[in-house]
C-alpha cells in the first residue's frame, strides 16, 4: 500500500465518498495537508484518512476509511502509524480519535496504543468515545 497526501485531483474522489464533511471543506484540507489517500499496488485509490485539530492544538483523527475489499489487512493500522509518525516529526506529543461506542473501531483504535479519555452525548447519536495516545518525540 502506498499513503500520500491528497492533492486537487483527489477533490472529487472525497467529495463523492466522504459524506462526514463539508464539500466547500475539502479543498482547504487538501492544501493543509490534511488528508491521506491510500493507494494499491496498481496506484488505485482504496481509501483516505483525514484530520483536523482538537482545541487548535491537539492533532484530531477524524475518519478513516478503507474500501471493504482492503479491510482486515492492515492498511487502516498503516495509516494511523504514518499519521502519528507525522505528527511527531512536527512535534506533537498527544494525538486524538473518537469512535461511537456501538462501532467496532473502538477495539480497533486500543489495539494501536490509544486509551480512552472521555465521551460526548450529542442529540440521539450513540455515545462518542474520545481517545487519545501519547507520543514518544525521543525516538
Not at 2 to 23: G, Q
Not at 25 to 34: G, R, S
Not at 53 to 79: H, Q, S, T
Request: glycine share 8%; proline share 4%.
Amino acid at each position: 500500500m502506498h499513503i500520500a497526501f491528497a492533492t486537487e485531483s483527489d477533490n472529487e474522489y472525497i467529495k463523492d465518498r466522504d459524506r462526514h464533511i463539508p464539500e466547500n471543506l475539502i479543498p482547504a484540507k487538501i492544501k493543509a495537508n490534511e488528508i491521506y489517500i491510500l493507494q494499491d499496488e496498481d496506484g488505485s485509490r482504496i481509501g483516505w484518512m483525514r484530520y483536523g485539530y482538537f482545541w487548535d492544538n491537539i492533532p484530531f483523527m477524524n475518519l478513516i476509511w478503507v474500501d471493504e475489499p482492503y479491510r482486515g489487512k492492515g492498511a487502516g493500522a498503516e495509516v494511523v502509524q504514518f499519521w502519528e509518525e507525522q505528527m511527531k516529526q512536527k512535534g506533537y506529543d498527544m494525538v486524538m480519535t473518537s469512535t461511537q461506542a456501538d462501532e467496532g473501531a473502538q477495539h480497533f483504535y486500543r489495539k494501536l496504543g490509544y486509551k480512552d479519555a472521555g465521551c460526548l452525548i450529542l442529540d440521539s447519536q450513540p455515545l462518542e468515545i474520545l481517545l487519545t495516545k501519547k507520543l514518544d518525540l525521543t525516538n
